[in-house]
Each structure stands twice: as structure tokens, then as C-alpha cells.
């Protein structure tokens, strides 16, 4: 699902319409007073799901190659990723696991990592590109799809209050109680564990 389709979908929550919405129509319906209010709202109301997602139910989880640096002990993570938000698992991969321990939530420090002995492999928790009012309507969210299919009901609950509390209430409870149906499953419960990829990941 899409930005545009996530778009439609909110609506089709909010409006009984007799004819289909289609994403190609979207522009057409920012200029309808129907629509145009809820629409330019969008954007936000879809970064708000997404964070809510990947903080109370799955973590937008990433890696990164960690090559050796000459001359260099401490690494700053959050200045070599992008959309760096937190550190989720350490694997190193070569024969030699140096010691290495972490500062904060930012740094790698390896006192004595040689570069013959391999590289580390980082799994981190990701910020999630922001839904822009100028994002195309072919941008995808970088979420599985029963995750992106919970955001229209966040959208039409957050920005259909004032028109029917009770409809909205229903949506935003049903968004909750989906993303805390899916909190924990299928992702690793040992953040920030480190081991050879030789070993068993747990």
C-alpha cells in the first residue's frame, strides 16, 4: 500500500461516496471542499501512525556494514547512519570477535579491532522517512503491509473527531489494539547482543 492508496482508504473510512475514489482523482480532491481539509491533514496524521507503530509494536529495523578505520576506536553511529535512532543487535562477522563495549546509545567503542579480523554487521532501529504534503503518491512506507494497512484507521480516527467522536473513537481503538495484537512478534527480543555469525542468534 502506497501513500496515494493510504490516502483513498482514509477517506473511503470517512465518506460514504457513490462512486469509487481513485489516486489518479487525488489533486481534483484537494479542491473539493468535501475532501480538501482532511486531505491536507494527511501527511502529518500518517507520521504520527507510523511512529506510533514502530514504537509500541514493531521497530523499523535496519543494517549497517561497520568496515575498520584506521587510527579510529569509538565510532559515532549516529553520524555514519542515516536515520539513526538506537542500537537493536551487534553481529560480528569474521573469526576474531574483538571487545568492544557501547557509550550511550550512539557509539561503538573496539579498543583493538584489527582489520584482518572481520567486520561488524549493525542492527538498529530506524526513523522512518517523512510523509511530506509534496510526497508522491507512489512513495511506499517502509513498513510491513499488515502494518501499513492500520494507518488509515489512525488517519480517520485522529482527523474524523470533530465531525463524529464515535466513529473516531471506534477507528483509534481498533489501530491500538492491531498494533498491540503484532507488539513483539517476529522480530528478536535481545537487543544490542553481539556474536559471531557463527553462533546462535537469539
Aim: glycine fraction near 4%; charge should be negative; proline fraction near 3%.
Amino acid at each position: 500500500m502506497n501513500w496515494g492508496q493510504i490516502q483513498i482508504e482514509s477517506l473511503k473510512k470517512m465518506f460514504l461516496n457513490n462512486e469509487e475514489l481513485e489516486i489518479s482523482k487525488l489533486d481534483d480532491y484537494k479542491q473539493n471542499k468535501k475532501y480538501k481539509t482532511y486531505l491536507y491533514a494527511m501527511p502529518q496524521a500518517c507520521n504520527e501512525a507510523i511512529n506510533y507503530i514502530i514504537e509500541n509494536g514493531k521497530p523499523l529495523i535496519k543494517s549497517y556494514k561497520l568496515k575498520y578505520k584506521e587510527n579510529t576506536t569509538k565510532y559515532n553511529l549516529n553520524q555514519l547512519i542515516s536515520n539513526f535512532k538506537r542500537i537493536y543487535q551487534i553481529v560480528f562477522n569474521g573469526d576474531k570477535k574483538p571487545e568492544f563495549y557501547v557509550e550511550g546509545n550512539n557509539y561503538l567503542v573496539v579498543p583493538e579491532w584489527k582489520k584482518e579480523d572481520g567486520e561488524f554487521t549493525i542492527y538498529y532501529e530506524s526513523y522512518h522517512d517523512m510523509i511530506l504534503s509534496s510526497s508522491s503518491v507512489s512513495t511506499d512506507i517502509e513498513l510491513d503491509n499488515q502494518l501499513v494497512s492500520l494507518i488509515p484507521l489512525y488517519i480517520a480516527g485522529e482527523l474524523y473527531k470533530d465531525d463524529d467522536i464515535q466513529l473516531s473513537t471506534i477507528y483509534m481503538n481498533e489501530f491500538v489494539t492491531s498494533v498491540s495484537n503484532i507488539a513483539g512478534k517476529d522480530f528478536n527480543p535481545n537487543p544490542t547482543e553481539i556474536n559471531s555469525v557463527y553462533s546462535m542468534v537469539w
